[in-house]
């Protein structure tokens, strides 16, 4: 599979990354709840290395709880804390600043004792595209709305956004690369839209996601598309919705490109329901 990332591309923003890892006491990271293991950055924890990290499963609006919630009990660890949220409602946003103050509780002690009251808790956003990095760092300050321009000491043009619960916001978010390191990865990221669906072309997309539905979701393609039930062979299936959703040529012949084309725009505006890809239970990967 053919994915272009140049070198030195991802060379540059983990550099970029790096230098701002220097401003800050913690590290917010996104990863989308529907495919928590394939929006890992493969990269992330030698970048961020031993930052206090806060991970936050987004878009759990879209995702099913159940599983959003085994993979909270999975991930979380003694210098990370995890949690669910909706940055386009801001639900789950609240539980931040609370679950900041735990990660940091050490320096915050520190700094009370040498007379610091009010510690600024600064944090980064990381996240691979479209994850919800700025729909966070937008909703995290409309509710407070103080953007502090440049601090005296930090390096200029540097943007922090003051929330109203006293958390400073790196308003640039730092933008990973996604990893593609099998198939199945990059197929979860075409799918929910991570990564644009130039990886194959669209009508092979369109049937691998019938294919991985078929295994978990059947039920949401026969309800959805009235479609008797699903076949093992998923070429089928995407026929059979095909013609209900009457995607045919004038000679009767299928229209691949239309059905491929409707499915994948109806899953990503989450017309079958919410749905998640990846378990915890799968096999572990060596960097989980
Ligand atoms: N359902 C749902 N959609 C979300 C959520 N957060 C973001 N989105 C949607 O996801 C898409 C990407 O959001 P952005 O905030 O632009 O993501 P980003 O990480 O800044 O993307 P890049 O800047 O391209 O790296 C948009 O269509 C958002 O509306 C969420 O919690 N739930
Ligand atoms: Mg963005």
């Given at each position: 599979m053919a994915i272009n990332w140049f070198p030195g591309h991802m060379v540059k923003t983990r550099r970029e990354i790096e230098e701002n890892l220097k401003l800050v006491d913690?590290?917010?990271?996104?990863?989308?709840?529907?495919?928590?293991?394939?929006?890992?950055?493969?990269?992330?924890?030698?970048?961020?290395?031993?930052?206090?990290?806060?991970?936050?499963?987004n878009k759990a609006?879209?995702?099913?709880?159940?599983?959003?919630?085994?993979?909270?009990?999975?991930?979380?660890?003694?210098?990370?804390?995890?949690l669910e949220v909706n940055s386009l409602t801001g639900q789950g946003l609240n539980s931040i600043k609370p679950a900041l103050t735990e990660l940091l509780h050490e320096k915050l002690e520190r700094s009370k004792n040498r007379g610091i009251v009010n510690y600024t808790m600064r944090v980064m956003v990381v996240g691979i595209p479209n994850v919800g990095k700025s729909s966070f760092i937008n909703k995290m300050a409309k509710a407070s709305i103080a953007k502090v321009g440049d601090r005296p000491g930090v390096t200029k043009n540097k943007q922090w956004i003051k929330t109203k619960d006293g958390i400073e916001l790196l308003d640039t978010p730092?933008?990973?690369?996604?990893?593609?390191?099998?198939?199945?990865?990059?197929?979860?990221?075409?799918?929910?839209?991570?990564?644009?669906?130039?990886?194959?072309?669209?009508?092979?997309?369109?049937?691998?996601?019938?294919?991985?539905?078929?295994?978990?979701?059947?039920?949401?393609?026969?309800?959805?598309?009235?479609?008797?039930?699903?076949?093992?062979?998923?070429?089928?299936?995407?026929?059979?919705?095909?013609?209900?959703?009457?995607?045919?040529?004038?000679?009767?012949?299928?229209?691949?490109?239309?059905?491929?084309?409707?499915?994948?725009?109806?899953?990503?505006?989450?017309?079958?329901g919410n749905i998640t890809l990846e378990w915890p239970e799968e096999e572990d990967e060596q960097d989980e």
């Amino acid at each position: 599979m053919a994915i272009n990332w140049f070198p030195g591309h991802m060379v540059k923003t983990r550099r970029e990354i790096e230098e701002n890892l220097k401003l800050v006491d913690a590290v917010i990271e996104i990863r989308d709840a529907r495919i928590v293991r394939s929006s890992k950055n493969p990269q992330v924890d030698k970048i961020i290395k031993n930052k206090p990290r806060l991970v936050l499963l987004n878009k759990a609006d879209i995702a099913e709880s159940s599983v959003t919630r085994r993979w909270i009990r999975k991930l979380e660890n003694d210098t990370t804390r995890v949690l669910e949220v909706n940055s386009l409602t801001g639900q789950g946003l609240n539980s931040i600043k609370p679950a900041l103050t735990e990660l940091l509780h050490e320096k915050l002690e520190r700094s009370k004792n040498r007379g610091i009251v009010n510690y600024t808790m600064r944090v980064m956003v990381v996240g691979i595209p479209n994850v919800g990095k700025s729909s966070f760092i937008n909703k995290m300050a409309k509710a407070s709305i103080a953007k502090v321009g440049d601090r005296p000491g930090v390096t200029k043009n540097k943007q922090w956004i003051k929330t109203k619960d006293g958390i400073e916001l790196l308003d640039t978010p730092g933008i990973l690369w996604p990893k593609f390191e099998d198939e199945k990865t990059s197929l979860h990221l075409a799918f929910t839209g991570a990564i644009k669906d130039e990886i194959m072309d669209i009508e092979t997309l369109a049937l691998r996601l019938v294919e991985r539905l078929s295994s978990h979701y059947g039920d949401r393609l026969v309800e959805r598309y009235k479609i008797d039930s699903v076949s093992e062979d998923p070429l089928e299936t995407l026929e059979n919705i095909a013609r209900k959703r009457g995607c045919i040529m004038s000679k009767g012949e299928i229209d691949y490109n239309r059905v491929a084309v409707m499915l994948l725009d109806e899953f990503r505006g989450n017309k079958l329901g919410n749905i998640t890809l990846e378990w915890p239970e799968e096999e572990d990967e060596q960097d989980e």
